[in-house]
């Protein structure tokens, strides 16, 4: 069984949203930045993390490790 890139696509992006919010917390309290300062950095990461989250995905989807196939009825 594989998973298909559009599902790997909605979780990639389900994910760095969510995590978005506290990326922005985490580096205006660590820099003291305002918080627009902090998102436009949180963005610019939050990009670039989620092209390399989708090709990690990607590369895991193909790994049989730890998958089970299960009979069709």
């Known amino acids: 069984?594989?998973?298909?890139?559009?599902?790997?696509?909605?979780?990639?992006?389900i994910y760095r949203v969510s995590s978005l919010g506290l990326t922005v917390i985490v580096v205006a309290y660590l820099t003291g930045t305002t918080f627009g300062a902090s998102f436009s950095l949180s963005a610019l990461?939050?990009?670039?993390?989620?092209v390399y989250y989708y090709y990690y995905e990607r590369v895991w989807s193909k790994i049989s490790y730890g998958k089970r196939m299960y009979p069709k009825d």
């Open 45 to 50: 990461l939050n990009v670039a993390l989620s």
């Open 1 to 13: 069984m594989h998973e298909s890139h559009k599902r790997t696509l909605i979780k990639t992006l």
